[in-house]
């Protein structure tokens, strides 16, 4: 078990969930692709990765379209972030995804990995990865505008 507090990030999709973690130096790596088929095993997989990343807090990416308004997954994601919110009893934070499964892309290419069925698993936990990326780059940008002010 790891002794430093963590932070889970979700990519949520209709057939899967990317997730990602973060390290000992807050930096966001992709971790696992669970399935979304039997939502009580998808709560005990999400329990176990908590258990044993010592998770304080998780971000879950929130979809809207590139003029910022709501998509249709948007308010099936906001349901997801209040689901674990209400079951972990830990903050849950939602994170803009615009361009995420685009990055996430990206990453892959530039890391020589094949296009296939093998890669849409291991593209949805990267795009998690970007997601909780953002939001640790965010909450650091905050952090470093308060302790800066006067």
């Not at 999709?13 to 790596?29: F, H, P, S």
């Not at 990453?107 to 939001?135: F, T």
Request: glycine share 8%.
């Amino acid at each position: 078990m790891s002794d430093v507090a963590r932070v889970l990030g979700f990519d949520v999709g209709e057939r899967r969930v990317g997730i990602a973690v973060t390290d000992a130096l807050g930096m966001a790596k992709p971790l696992i692709t669970v399935g979304r088929s039997n939502q009580k095993e998808e709560l005990r997989n999400i329990a176990r990765l908590v258990r044993k990343h010592n998770v304080t807090a998780m971000v879950v990416g929130h979809p809207r379209n590139m003029d910022g308004t709501a998509s249709g997954q948007t308010l099936k994601c906001e349901a997801y972030a209040a689901a674990l919110h209400e079951h972990f009893a830990m903050p849950v934070h939602l994170q803009d995804e615009r361009l995420s499964s685009a990055e996430a892309d990206a990453w892959l290419d530039a890391r020589g990995y094949a296009r296939g069925a093998e890669r849409k698993g291991l593209l949805d936990r990267v795009a998690a990865m970007v997601i909780l990326q953002d939001w640790m780059d965010a909450q650091n940008r905050t952090n470093i505008a308060q302790s800066d002010a006067p």
